[in-house]
Protein backbone atom coordinates (compact mmCIF):
# COMPACT_ATOMS: atom_id res chain seq x y z
CA UNK A 1 0.00 0.00 0.00
CA UNK A 2 1.59 3.32 -1.11
CA UNK A 3 3.18 5.56 2.02
CA UNK A 4 0.95 8.43 1.75
CA UNK A 5 -2.10 6.17 1.97
CA UNK A 6 -0.80 4.12 5.05
CA UNK A 7 -0.77 7.95 6.50
CA UNK A 8 -4.26 8.79 5.53
CA UNK A 9 -5.59 5.73 7.01
CA UNK A 10 -3.29 6.33 10.15
CA UNK A 11 -4.58 10.22 10.15
CA UNK A 12 -8.10 8.89 9.94
CA UNK A 13 -7.71 6.80 13.20
CA UNK A 14 -6.27 9.91 14.87
CA UNK A 15 -9.04 11.42 14.29
CA UNK A 16 -11.37 9.26 15.51
CA UNK A 17 -9.03 8.83 18.88
CA UNK A 18 -9.46 12.47 18.88
CA UNK A 19 -13.23 12.68 18.00
CA UNK A 20 -13.50 10.42 21.13
CA UNK A 21 -11.16 12.35 23.15
CA UNK A 22 -12.90 15.30 22.63
CA UNK A 23 -16.25 14.20 23.66
CA UNK A 24 -14.19 13.53 27.13
CA UNK A 25 -12.79 17.26 27.38
CA UNK A 26 -9.81 18.87 26.08
CA UNK A 27 -7.25 17.03 28.61
CA UNK A 28 -8.55 13.80 27.04
CA UNK A 29 -7.97 14.71 23.40
CA UNK A 30 -4.38 16.05 24.13
CA UNK A 31 -3.17 13.37 25.78
CA UNK A 32 -4.77 10.53 23.02
CA UNK A 33 -2.83 12.53 20.32
CA UNK A 34 0.57 11.92 22.39
CA UNK A 35 -0.14 8.49 22.68
CA UNK A 36 -0.89 8.09 18.86
CA UNK A 37 2.43 10.07 18.49
CA UNK A 38 4.03 7.26 20.59
CA UNK A 39 2.48 4.14 18.44
CA UNK A 40 2.68 5.86 14.82
CA UNK A 41 6.16 6.76 13.42
CA UNK A 42 5.48 10.80 12.12
CA UNK A 43 5.81 10.69 7.97
CA UNK A 44 6.14 13.75 6.33
CA UNK A 45 2.45 15.11 5.24
CA UNK A 46 4.56 15.84 1.50
CA UNK A 47 7.29 13.53 0.69
CA UNK A 48 6.53 11.01 2.87
CA UNK A 49 9.84 10.54 4.40
CA UNK A 50 10.22 10.34 8.07
CA UNK A 51 10.72 13.52 10.51
CA UNK A 52 10.24 14.59 13.81
CA UNK A 53 8.13 13.16 16.27
CA UNK A 54 4.80 14.96 16.67
CA UNK A 55 5.83 16.94 13.36
CA UNK A 56 3.91 16.66 10.14
CA UNK A 57 6.26 17.86 7.89
CA UNK A 58 10.34 17.57 7.58
CA UNK A 59 12.43 20.08 7.59
CA UNK A 60 13.04 20.58 3.58
CA UNK A 61 9.66 20.50 2.91
CA UNK A 62 8.85 23.25 5.84
CA UNK A 63 11.84 24.89 3.72
CA UNK A 64 9.87 24.61 0.35
CA UNK A 65 6.34 25.51 2.22
CA UNK A 66 7.80 28.79 3.86
CA UNK A 67 9.29 29.90 -0.15
CA UNK A 68 5.86 29.45 -1.06
CA UNK A 69 4.28 31.35 1.46
CA UNK A 70 6.26 34.17 0.96
CA UNK A 71 5.54 34.82 -2.36
CA UNK A 72 4.71 38.48 -2.97
CA UNK A 73 0.46 38.37 -3.99
CA UNK A 74 -1.95 40.86 -5.33
CA UNK A 75 -4.31 42.26 -2.33
CA UNK A 76 -7.41 42.64 -4.65
CA UNK A 77 -7.63 39.09 -6.22
CA UNK A 78 -4.60 36.92 -4.48
CA UNK A 79 -3.25 35.88 -7.57
CA UNK A 80 1.43 35.43 -6.98
CA UNK A 81 3.16 38.59 -8.48
CA UNK A 82 6.36 38.55 -10.24
CA UNK A 83 9.10 39.45 -7.34
CA UNK A 84 9.39 43.08 -9.25
CA UNK A 85 5.42 43.73 -9.91
CA UNK A 86 4.46 46.18 -6.84
CA UNK A 87 1.33 44.73 -4.85
CA UNK A 88 -1.05 47.79 -5.45
CA UNK A 89 -4.58 48.13 -4.45
CA UNK A 90 -6.18 48.85 -7.69
CA UNK A 91 -5.49 44.97 -8.86
CA UNK A 92 -3.15 43.37 -10.87
CA UNK A 93 -2.94 42.21 -14.51
CA UNK A 94 -4.90 39.41 -13.39
CA UNK A 95 -7.70 40.83 -11.60
CA UNK A 96 -11.21 39.69 -12.77
CA UNK A 97 -12.88 42.76 -14.07
CA UNK A 98 -15.02 44.16 -12.67
CA UNK A 99 -13.16 43.96 -9.45
CA UNK A 100 -14.71 41.40 -6.91
CA UNK A 101 -17.16 42.97 -4.07
CA UNK A 102 -14.40 41.67 -1.60
CA UNK A 103 -12.15 44.48 -1.11
CA UNK A 104 -8.42 42.60 -0.20
CA UNK A 105 -7.21 39.37 -0.18
CA UNK A 106 -4.88 37.66 2.26
CA UNK A 107 -3.78 34.29 1.56
CA UNK A 108 -0.90 32.15 2.66
CA UNK A 109 0.06 31.29 -1.14
CA UNK A 110 -0.46 29.53 -4.66
CA UNK A 111 -2.86 26.72 -4.47
CA UNK A 112 0.59 24.67 -6.26
CA UNK A 113 3.28 22.35 -4.90
CA UNK A 114 4.00 21.48 -1.32
CA UNK A 115 1.13 23.80 -0.59
CA UNK A 116 -1.27 22.42 -2.74
CA UNK A 117 -0.39 18.65 -1.32
CA UNK A 118 -1.09 19.87 1.98
CA UNK A 119 -4.66 21.06 1.65
CA UNK A 120 -5.26 17.93 -0.28
CA UNK A 121 -4.19 16.10 2.59
CA UNK A 122 -5.85 18.07 4.92
CA UNK A 123 -9.46 17.62 2.81
CA UNK A 124 -8.96 14.13 2.10
CA UNK A 125 -6.34 12.22 4.51
CA UNK A 126 -8.04 14.47 7.51
CA UNK A 127 -4.63 16.09 8.72
CA UNK A 128 -6.14 17.59 11.74
CA UNK A 129 -3.09 19.34 13.02
CA UNK A 130 -1.58 19.70 10.01
CA UNK A 131 -4.77 21.92 9.45
CA UNK A 132 -4.30 23.89 12.54
CA UNK A 133 -1.06 24.94 11.52
CA UNK A 134 -2.15 26.08 8.53
CA UNK A 135 -4.85 28.12 10.04
CA UNK A 136 -2.25 29.66 12.89
CA UNK A 137 -0.14 30.61 10.04
CA UNK A 138 -3.32 32.20 8.00
CA UNK A 139 -3.95 34.21 11.37
CA UNK A 140 -0.47 35.35 11.62
CA UNK A 141 -0.85 36.14 7.66
CA UNK A 142 -3.85 38.60 8.49
CA UNK A 143 -2.60 39.90 11.73
CA UNK A 144 1.02 40.49 10.13
CA UNK A 145 -0.86 41.81 6.46
CA UNK A 146 -3.40 43.78 8.18
CA UNK A 147 -1.75 44.68 11.79
CA UNK A 148 -3.99 48.26 11.37
CA UNK A 149 -7.43 46.56 10.40
CA UNK A 150 -10.54 46.62 12.56
CA UNK A 151 -12.42 43.64 12.16
CA UNK A 152 -15.88 42.72 13.99
CA UNK A 153 -16.56 38.76 13.47
CA UNK A 154 -14.86 36.13 11.23
CA UNK A 155 -17.06 34.15 9.01
CA UNK A 156 -16.60 30.64 6.84
CA UNK A 157 -17.78 30.69 2.85
CA UNK A 158 -20.78 28.22 4.06
CA UNK A 159 -21.03 24.88 1.79
CA UNK A 160 -24.26 23.87 1.13
CA UNK A 161 -25.16 20.92 3.43
CA UNK A 162 -25.73 18.27 0.92
CA UNK A 163 -21.44 18.50 0.12
CA UNK A 164 -20.56 18.56 4.30
CA UNK A 165 -22.27 15.38 3.88
CA UNK A 166 -20.81 14.28 0.92
CA UNK A 167 -17.41 15.41 1.71
CA UNK A 168 -17.50 14.77 5.44
CA UNK A 169 -15.11 17.40 6.01
CA UNK A 170 -15.47 21.76 6.34
CA UNK A 171 -12.04 23.26 6.10
CA UNK A 172 -13.39 26.67 5.99
CA UNK A 173 -15.52 26.10 8.88
CA UNK A 174 -12.76 24.32 11.01
CA UNK A 175 -9.81 26.98 9.39
CA UNK A 176 -12.79 30.11 10.51
CA UNK A 177 -12.68 29.10 14.10
CA UNK A 178 -9.13 28.44 14.70
CA UNK A 179 -8.68 32.35 13.20
CA UNK A 180 -11.53 33.36 15.43
CA UNK A 181 -9.89 32.72 18.56
CA UNK A 182 -6.42 33.42 17.43
CA UNK A 183 -7.67 36.76 17.06
CA UNK A 184 -10.34 36.70 19.80
CA UNK A 185 -12.65 37.31 17.26
CA UNK A 186 -16.94 36.16 17.02
CA UNK A 187 -17.02 33.43 14.67
CA UNK A 188 -20.54 34.16 12.69
CA UNK A 189 -22.66 31.83 10.79
CA UNK A 190 -24.94 34.13 9.34
CA UNK A 191 -23.85 33.74 5.69
CA UNK A 192 -26.03 30.33 4.48
CA UNK A 193 -25.78 28.54 1.46
CA UNK A 194 -29.27 28.57 -0.08
CA UNK A 195 -28.75 26.28 -3.14
CA UNK A 196 -26.77 23.34 -3.96
CA UNK A 197 -24.66 24.39 -6.87
CA UNK A 198 -22.36 22.06 -9.44
CA UNK A 199 -18.56 22.70 -8.19
CA UNK A 200 -16.80 25.43 -9.44
CA UNK A 201 -13.63 23.77 -10.36
CA UNK A 202 -15.74 21.48 -13.09
CA UNK A 203 -16.99 24.33 -15.01
CA UNK A 204 -15.64 26.45 -17.52
CA UNK A 205 -14.61 29.72 -15.82
CA UNK A 206 -17.52 31.82 -18.10
CA UNK A 207 -20.27 29.62 -16.02
CA UNK A 208 -18.36 30.37 -12.81
CA UNK A 209 -20.20 33.39 -11.72
CA UNK A 210 -23.64 32.53 -13.23
CA UNK A 211 -23.23 29.41 -11.50
CA UNK A 212 -23.20 30.64 -8.02
CA UNK A 213 -25.35 33.67 -8.43
CA UNK A 214 -28.00 33.63 -5.62
CA UNK A 215 -26.18 30.78 -3.84
CA UNK A 216 -26.12 32.70 -0.91
CA UNK A 217 -28.33 34.49 2.13
CA UNK A 218 -27.92 36.03 5.25
CA UNK A 219 -29.84 35.13 8.51
CA UNK A 220 -29.56 37.53 11.08
CA UNK A 221 -28.87 40.83 9.86
CA UNK A 222 -28.77 43.12 12.98
CA UNK A 223 -24.95 41.49 13.72
CA UNK A 224 -24.26 41.76 9.84
CA UNK A 225 -25.06 45.97 9.77
CA UNK A 226 -21.98 48.06 9.44
CA UNK A 227 -19.36 44.79 10.49
CA UNK A 228 -16.23 44.76 8.61
CA UNK A 229 -16.04 40.91 8.11
CA UNK A 230 -13.17 38.29 6.97
CA UNK A 231 -14.52 35.65 5.02
CA UNK A 232 -12.29 32.54 5.23
CA UNK A 233 -12.16 29.69 2.83
CA UNK A 234 -10.03 26.98 2.04
CA UNK A 235 -9.11 27.59 -2.00
CA UNK A 236 -10.26 30.23 -4.29
CA UNK A 237 -9.57 29.81 -7.50
CA UNK A 238 -11.50 32.61 -9.50
CA UNK A 239 -12.74 34.53 -6.59
CA UNK A 240 -17.07 33.91 -8.07
CA UNK A 241 -17.91 32.08 -5.05
CA UNK A 242 -16.19 34.75 -2.44
CA UNK A 243 -17.50 37.60 -4.68
CA UNK A 244 -20.56 36.59 -4.81
CA UNK A 245 -20.65 35.71 -0.88
CA UNK A 246 -19.37 39.12 0.01
CA UNK A 247 -22.03 40.80 -2.37
CA UNK A 248 -24.51 38.78 -0.52
CA UNK A 249 -22.57 40.12 3.05
CA UNK A 250 -22.68 43.91 1.87
CA UNK A 251 -26.28 43.58 0.44
CA UNK A 252 -27.31 42.58 3.88
CA UNK A 253 -25.20 45.63 5.51
CA UNK A 254 -21.69 44.90 6.03
CA UNK A 255 -19.43 47.43 5.93
CA UNK A 256 -16.71 45.61 3.85
CA UNK A 257 -15.36 42.08 3.45
CA UNK A 258 -12.15 40.58 3.29
CA UNK A 259 -11.01 37.60 2.07
CA UNK A 260 -8.70 34.93 3.48
CA UNK A 261 -8.20 31.90 2.16
CA UNK A 262 -4.69 29.10 2.35
CA UNK A 263 -4.55 29.18 -1.29
CA UNK A 264 -5.33 31.16 -4.37
CA UNK A 265 -5.13 28.84 -8.07
CA UNK A 266 -3.16 31.01 -10.05
CA UNK A 267 -4.96 32.22 -13.35
CA UNK A 268 -3.23 30.25 -15.67
CA UNK A 269 -3.92 26.80 -13.63
CA UNK A 270 -7.45 28.38 -13.17
CA UNK A 271 -8.13 28.27 -17.10
CA UNK A 272 -5.91 25.32 -17.45
CA UNK A 273 -8.89 23.40 -15.06
CA UNK A 274 -11.79 25.00 -16.77
CA UNK A 275 -10.56 24.05 -20.19
CA UNK A 276 -10.08 27.84 -21.17
ZN1 LIG B 1 8.99 16.14 3.36
ZN1 LIG C 1 -5.01 40.90 -8.99
Not at 41 to 61: F, H, K, N, T, W
Not at 258 to 270: E, G, I, N, S
Amino acid sequence: MPLLHQQGEAAIRVSAIASAARAAGRIGRTCALHVVDLLLPSVCAICESRCEAGDQLCPECWTRLLGEVSKPWCPRCGSTLGEMVPARMDGCVSCPQPLPCFEQVVRLGPYAGPLGALIRACKFYRQERMLDRLAAMLTEAIAARLPNEFFDLIMPAPMHWRRRLSRGEDLARRLSASIAAGLKLPLGHELVRIRHTAQQARLPRTRRLTNVKGAFAVRGKSTIAGASIVLVDDVTTTGATADEASRTLLKAGASKVTLAVLAKVDPARAYASSGI
